[in-house]
């Protein structure tokens, strides 16, 4: 008889007691990981820590004094290295402070207060305004559509973005319908990069609203994990080629860059949208920080810099990622339990579980001393009709704490399954 046929094998009973006596081990140990957000660690922002040093020139122009006001649109060299990231016209962009959801936020406060350049009407004065939301999607994006009233439409996520079948058929009949969240690159958090069909569908389909518009939160167009990246079609090129050169909204910073709370962030348009912009913002500002806007382009000088630069964040956060999808791997590679995604880039494992299990796998886990996002956080109102999805932000903890954090998790799963095995 061969060792393997001895082996004892463990009934669900034992190991469900196994796991349990594991959980409160982690418990006893008093723990404090944290895995909520998708958060910088302090090697990564050490990156960056030259920025800080750099000397800011002092001009005997008093109109060209960084320490001074003015500005509104910011510095032609920030808007250059912005615009070559974001592939647009340095006419087309608008810098602004350390977040690009604050300029996102800004955009739909204005929409709703003034309307759009191509509104008929202040959005506020309609009978009502809905946003299409593409599930699993960035929390921060669903509640400022919730603080605004605007009204969100989950639509599910495919492998190469939002299901384009649905999202055309609900733009075409309904002129409420105003607007879109993308995160087209390295989605939050499926990691998901929006296809070259997504991508010419969004710029070229039948809208109701004259006014719709696409929130492009290209958010991790510059976070790469591998040399392998994944390519993302220019909107703004699809959408002049289609006839519809005011339909996007572009966004992204270099809060995941350089400092988290302080970086520099950009917007970009048509220039038609940008000059409606600009013209209200005249009103709310004089302009933002330039000393910070310098710094920036003075460390990192142009595109190649970043994309230099992010190969170092990369060689930091790349261990982490592959922790999870190793021990994932290890105890799930049947894929009974859960499913997950295995990112190019970006700072998120989307992490799908059975049906009506992740709500108790987060509250298990923050038992042990591992604190997760919030289940149903990746949905419209916190919704997820199957309490299955979680998102995994590996970027934030060391990675010497990494192994402890997700054998946690794994723990949690596996109990928290084999329990609803029993009932």
């Not at 082996?7 to 669900?12: E, F, G, H, I, L």
């Not at 990564?44 to 030259?50: A, P, V």
């Not at 108790?360 to 916190?382: C, D, I, M, N, S």
Request: charge should be negative; glycine fraction near 6%; proline fraction near 5%.
């Amino acid at each position: 008889m061969n060792e393997l046929s001895t082996m004892s094998v463990k009934t669900p009973e034992e190991r469900l007691k196994e796991l349990e006596m594991q959980l409160k081990i982690y418990a006893s140990r008093n723990l404090d990981l944290n895995m909520s957000r998708g958060k910088p660690c302090s090697d990564q922002l050490d990156l960056s820590n030259e920025m800080l040093t750099i000397p800011i020139p002092i001009e005997n122009d008093p109109n060209k004094d960084l320490r001074n006001y003015g500005t509104l649109d910011g510095l032609p060299e920030t808007k250059k290295l912005f615009a070559d990231i974001l592939e647009v016209n340095p006419s087309e962009i608008i810098i602004g402070g350390n977040s690009s959801l604050s300029m996102m936020y800004n955009a739909l406060a204005k929409a709703m207060l003034y309307g759009t350049f191509d509104s008929e009407r202040p959005w506020k004065d309609e009978i009502s305004v809905k946003f299409i939301c593409p599930v699993p999607g960035y929390d921060r994006h669903f509640t400022i559509c919730e603080q605004l009233g605007i009204e969100m439409i989950p639509v599910e996520m495919k492998e190469d973005g939002p299901d384009m079948v649905k999202v055309e058929a609900l733009v075409k009949n309904d002129p409420t319908i105003k607007g879109m969240w993308c995160v087209p690159k390295y989605s939050n958090p499926s990691g998901i990069t929006y296809s070259s069909d997504v991508v010419g569908r969004l710029a070229s389909m039948v809208t109701a609203a004259t006014d719709f518009k696409l929130m492009w939160d290209n958010a991790y167009v510059v976070h790469d994990l591998y040399d392998e990246v994944d390519h993302l079609d220019n909107i703004m090129e699809a959408c002049k080629a289609a006839g519809n050169p005011d339909r996007a909204y572009l966004f992204t910073s270099m809060s995941k860059v350089t400092f988290a709370g302080a970086a520099v962030a950009a917007m970009a348009g048509s220039e038609a949208c940008i000059n409606h912009i600009l013209k209200i913002l005249g009103v709310q500002t004089i302009g933002t920080d330039k000393i910070n806007q310098y710094r920036h382009v003075a460390f990192l000088r142009d595109s190649d810099g970043v994309t230099a630069h992010m190969k170092k964040h990369a060689e930091i956060i790349r261990p982490k990622f592959q922790v999870v999808l190793d021990l994932f791997e290890q105890h799930f590679g049947d894929r009974v339990m859960a499913q997950w995604s295995k990112p190019k880039g970006g700072y998120f494992i989307n992490l799908n579980l059975k049906n009506s299990s992740a709500k108790e796998v987060v509250r298990l886990a923050e038992t042990a001393g591992l604190k997760l996002t919030e289940a149903g956080a990746t949905f419209p109102y916190k919704n997820d009709p199957l309490d299955s999805n979680l998102r995994i932000a590996p970027t934030f903890p060391p990675l010497e704490e990494m192994t402890t954090a997700i054998e946690i998790l794994c723990i949690c799963i596996e109990l928290v399954y084999l329990k609803f095995q029993e009932k």
